[in-house]
């Protein structure tokens, strides 16, 4: 086991009965077998990892919140499984030096994006509820989301709520969010989008549609004084 791997397996405080699960995690899709269909990549442990890292963050917000009503849950839910926050947790684990990559796309700087560290991140909680079982993924989520979990004293908005709830509030109607283009490999696209509100106009990139649909209202909240 190379030292990066090595050093994430202790970080997440499990030794894999079957090894196979965590190398499968850690393997992106470009570095996966063509011949396979890319079965081998980590898409579909993210599938899995997805779904128990929404129930595992539903039981411990309904018992963290308890006077808490459905659609405040719902807006904390939404931002601790966010990519931006699935990325930040992969951060802290060394997530990226352990991935499979091949050496050229390397180079481009894949390893560090923010979109394949968050799905890698979803991929190893799938990884660990197949080979120990839901409550040592619940553990591995309670103890490195809980920074994240004592952020927010209120329900947190995400910038794209914020802009609609102050659009709205103006008499201005809904934003409109436009894709501008997509550029870069199928397996690691970037998309701009813009935005449209109140007399202004703003873009943004991201990995995915919806992080380049949140920068985009950030960057326009920011230039309606509201960032």
């Keep these: 086991m190379k030292a990066p791997v090595a050093a994430l397996a202790g970080r997440l405080g499990h030794e894999f009965r079957d090894v196979a699960l965590l190398e499968q995690a850690l393997t992106h899709r470009s570095a996966a077998d063509p011949k396979r269909r890319q079965l081998d990549s980590n898409e579909r442990l993210e599938f899995l990892g997805d779904r128990v890292l929404a129930l595992c963050m539903a039981e411990w917000l309904s018992e963290r919140f308890p006077e808490e009503r459905e659609g ?20 802290a684990i060394g997530l990226p030096a352990a991935l499979r990559i091949p050496p050229a796309e390397g180079r481009t700087g894949l390893r ?25 993924a619940r553990d591995f989520i309670r103890r490195e989301w809980t920074v994240a979990m004592e952020a927010d004293a209120t329900p947190p908005m995400s910038a794209k709520s914020r802009l609609q709830e102050f659009s709205l509030g103006r008499g201005q109607g809904l934003p409109e969010y ?16 813009s935005v449209a509100a109140c007399g202004k106009v703003a873009e943004a990139t991201g990995d995915n549609k919806r992080a380049a649909e949140q920068s985009a209202a950030e960057a326009l909240l920011t230039e309606l004084g509201r960032g």
Aim: charged share 20%; hydrophobic share 50%.
């Design 72 to 91: 405040e849950l719902g807006k904390r839910l939404a931002v601790l499984v966010a990519a931006d926050t699935l990325a930040k947790v992969g951060d």
């Design 112 to 136: 560090q994006r923010a979109n394949v560290v968050a799905d890698a991140t979803e991929a190893l909680i799938g990884a660990l509820y197949l080979d120990a079982g839901l409550e040592k």
């Design 178 to 193: 436009t894709l501008v283009g997509t550029e870069g490999p199928s397996h690691a696209p970037l998309f701009t989008v």
